[in-house]
């Protein structure tokens, strides 16, 4: 990702310490295959080392998500996240994030959230970076300080992580690492 940002979106993404983001139209395309007693869904590759590559570089990771589903805790576990809320309707998902800020003495300045449908309007108009997919819907988009080059599932988060590290300088120092 090489794009430049504006000053204003660099001090938000400096400011980010938990990066937040929904599962199903953000991690994936917003596909479902449904098959006997078994769930598939269909992760991007460049988005799960992206959330590796944040927590490499000291940020906290969670995934929030109103659809429970082993696929999602299944890669969540691979992935070593953070956070996994799959919370149902029982909660909203603001409500569920800021139980988790109070838990983990966080703020919503410093929360990046992911979203792409009306669901996650709640999230995205308190964080201090609020991000929508490329593809996400009208609403979501307005609501954020940044929509995605990129599609849920199509590398959005990607974009979004390099973004941060970019802002925060630790991008390069991952670059430098893979080089060798």
Sequence with gaps: MTTKISASLKKRACSIRLFLCDVDGVLTDGSIFIGGEREFK???IRDGLGLVLARRAGLRVGWVSARPSLATKFRADE??????????DNISKTAAIEHLLAQEKLTWAET?????????LGPLTRAGLAVAVGDGVA?????????????????????????????????LQFVEKYSE
């Design 42 to 44: 269909r992760f991007n």
């Design 79 to 88: 992935l070593k996240i953070d956070f996994l809320v799959q919370q149902g």
């Design 112 to 120: 990046c959230f992911v979203g792409d449908d009306v669901i996650d």
């Design 139 to 171: 609403e979501a988009k307005a609501a954020a300080h940044y929509v995605t080059k990129n599609p849920g599932g199509r590398g959005a988060v990607r974009e979004t992580v390099e973004l941060i590290l970019r802002a925060q300088g630790n991008w």
